[in-house]
């Protein structure tokens, strides 16, 4: 409080920075007059809910979507955003009364609009048009194209998800000082038709498309009427009418508009050097500038072609008067964008119920799996009192054993289909930008904007479907989220697959067994080599008693006892070496070391098995 008021005090206000009762008014820094605000244009501000209890369900800025003829007062409430013109009495939005399929609006058709490499063409010679006349009423009609090129398949990944209204582009006409507009002009009788119809309006569309960026528009063969604007002018009504051929059909490869331009002459000053006499030194001549009038000829562009997205279009500033053609391009990405608010929103209500049967279903089976359960549970307490539960437990036990069961994995599958409409509804303002969970009162608002379901149904139908229950009050309840990821997820158990066994080299088996010689010639005591041997192989046993068996069967002569001594020697002494040597060979073919002597070999022999 005191530093408060001594940094009032500094700059020339005694009390606090909110004032006392009964003090001076604020001043400006150090005792100065106090500075006058900067200018802040109006702003158009949202209506206010005309009652608490549209505010309760959530549909203060929602309207049906079936209003095909609309007044001017609708079209306030509807786009308060939007500064209409003084002459607009009202509009018809015919693609209200026609469903998804019969407008075939295909949005993941992508156009490429050449717009870098766009050549000149000249500004035609201006056609006489003549207003309708039909029982003494005079009427103008103008028809419009809006060239609609669908999102690219292929997404930027770096970019990460971007909205669909940033995806949907179409093609419009730019002036050089930068107003924007649909392609079109004013029905004439004598080129497109006798009565301004349907037909010959389409035939005023084409031949304006050509002469303004140089497309021909003759070979589509299906045109959306999509919406009428009515106005009641000085010189008499006019309507405006803009529709949306099916260029997607007929320009795969794309479109290659091109720029109006105008020739314009003006006068322009020039200075221009010229020589004169010089009266000093009559011998030589002087450069003299002078200022010379001339007419040259300038290249003005008339119109441009140019290629905007349907977010830039909803985020168009028309808060302030503007014409009334960029009125018209405005009302149109608004009608077009409720188009698909209805479409996807459709959408949602058969995911919605169709997770409403699920849970329907799903909560039957358990009830009836519950009654089932005490019913079993009821019938073995009745059998208890009998004594009839012992038979039926020896039978049980007689079963055979059951299968082992695989391990399960749980595995979440998202369907990326599933999404796209809760997406197109998760758009952040200004920014587009998708944060993956969407409020309940837009879902409540845009299923009260089908004008079919009671607040009762709505609500029951998102507590079963998304468990999303309704507000208590007005004041002071954060609104419920819904995150619609989870239900476009599927949960199912997977077996895990069992993984084979590798199977070992015969290097790494060979360097393993090296490794445990090593180790166990190093863990060996010094006098283990001393120690004869009491075991012997059992292979060098068996060999070695064959090869006695063989030398008992040859008949020898008898020697003298000498002779005899010496021959035993010698025998021994050979069969020491033949043992020896195949206890080698034996060692090498299983990859132990070969060097020792007779009872290390064998002991060696005998651990490797």
């Known amino acids: 409080?005191?530093?408060?008021?001594?940094?009032?005090?500094?700059?020339?206000?005694?009390?606090?920075?909110?004032?006392?009762?009964?003090?001076?008014?604020?001043?400006?820094?150090?005792?100065?007059?106090?500075?006058?605000?900067?200018?802040?244009?109006?702003?158009?501000?949202?209506?206010?809910?005309?009652?608490?209890?549209?505010?309760?369900?959530?549909i203060q800025s929602k309207f049906p979507f079936a209003d095909v003829d609309r007044r001017l007062v609708q079209i306030c409430q509807r786009h308060p955003r939007r500064h209409l013109g003084a002459d607009l009495t009202g509009m018809q939005c015919f693609y209200a009364a026609k469903s998804k399929d019969e407008l075939a609006l295909p949005l993941n058709v992508h156009i490429p609009f050449n717009l870098k490499s766009a050549p000149t063409c000249p500004v035609p010679e201006p056609v006489t048009t003549m207003p309708y006349e039909k029982d003494g009423v005079t009427t103008r009609y103008f028809a419009k194209v809006m060239l609609l090129s669908g999102a690219k398949e292929e997404e930027d990944k770096a970019k990460g998800k971007v909205h669909l209204s940033k995806k949907l582009n179409f093609l419009i006409a730019r002036k050089e000082h930068g107003t924007v507009t649909p392609i079109g002009g004013e029905w004439c009788a004598e080129k497109d038709g006798a009565v301004p119809d349907d037909e010959a309006l389409q035939k005023t569309a084409i031949r304006v498309t050509k002469d303004m960026i140089g497309v021909d528009l003759s070979v589509c063969t299906y045109w959306i009427k999509f919406v009428e604007f009515r106005y009641s002018r000085v010189d008499g009504p006019s309507c405006t009418t803009i529709f949306v051929p099916n260029v997607w059909d007929h320009f795969a490869d794309g479109l290659e508009p091109c720029t109006q331009v105008r020739e314009d002459t003006k006068e322009v000053v020039e200075e221009v050097e010229e020589e004169e006499d010089n009266p000093e030194d009559p011998g030589k001549k002087r450069l003299v500038k002078k200022k010379v009038t001339t007419m040259k000829t300038f290249k003005v562009v008339e119109w441009r072609p140019y290629e905007m997205s349907l977010h830039n279009m909803l985020e168009y500033d028309c808060t302030r008067p503007s014409p009334d053609d960029v009125v018209e391009l405005c009302l149109f990405a608004d009608c077009f964008n409720e188009l698909l608010l209805r479409d996807f929103g459709m959408q949602i209500l058969e995911i919605l119920q169709?997770?409403?049967e699920e849970v329907e279903t799903q909560e039957k089976d358990k009830k009836r799996k519950r009654e089932e359960e005490e019913a079993a549970a009821a019938e073995k307490k009745a059998k208890t009192e009998n004594g009839e539960v012992k038979k039926e437990e020896s039978s049980e036990d007689r079963r055979?054993?059951?299968?082992?069961?695989?391990?399960?994995?749980?595995?979440?599958?998202?369907?990326?289909?599933?999404?796209?409409?809760?997406?197109?509804?998760?758009?952040?303002?200004?920014?587009?930008?998708?944060?993956?969970?969407?409020?309940?009162?837009?879902?409540?608002?845009?299923?009260?904007?089908?004008?079919?379901?009671?607040?009762?149904?709505?609500?029951?139908?998102?507590?079963?479907?998304?468990?999303?229950?309704?507000?208590?009050?007005?004041?002071?309840?954060?609104?419920?989220?819904?995150?619609?990821?989870?239900?476009a997820t599927t949960t199912t158990e997977v077996p895990i697959p069992e993984e084979p066994e590798k199977p070992e080299k015969k290097e790494e088996k060979e360097e393993a067994k090296k490794n445990e010689d090593v180790k166990m010639e190093e863990e060996k005591p010094a006098d283990a080599a001393a120690e004869t041997p009491t075991e012997a192989a059992p292979e060098a046993e068996t060999e070695a008693s064959k090869e006695e068996e063989k030398a008992d069967e040859t008949p020898a002569p008898e020697p003298e006892p000498a002779a005899e001594a010496a021959a035993d020697e010698e025998t021994e002494e050979n069969l020491n070496k033949l043992l020896l040597k195949d206890l080698r060979l034996k060692c090498t073919e299983r990859g132990l070391s070969d060097k020792g002597k007779k009872a290390e070999l064998i002991e060696r022999l005998l651990k490797g098995e």
């Open 400 to 487: 055979p054993a059951e299968p082992k069961k695989p391990k399960m994995k749980i595995q979440h599958t998202v369907n990326q289909e599933m999404l796209v409409p809760f997406q197109f509804f998760d758009k952040q303002p200004h920014t587009g930008a998708i944060t993956g969970n969407l409020r309940r009162d837009v879902l409540e608002g845009t299923l009260h904007q089908f004008g079919t379901f009671t607040k009762h149904e709505i609500d029951d139908l998102l507590l079963k479907s998304t468990n999303l229950r309704p507000k208590t009050s007005s004041y002071n309840s954060a609104p419920a989220v819904l995150y619609y990821i989870k239900i």
């Open 1 to 58: 409080f005191f530093f408060a008021m001594y940094r009032g005090q500094q700059r020339g206000r005694p009390y606090p920075a909110q004032g006392w009762r009964g003090g001076p008014p604020p001043r400006g820094a150090y005792g100065q007059p106090a500075q006058p605000r900067p200018y802040q244009a109006p702003v158009a501000t949202q209506p206010k809910p005309r009652h608490p209890f549209l505010d309760l369900l959530g």
């Open 354 to 356: 169709k997770k409403k």
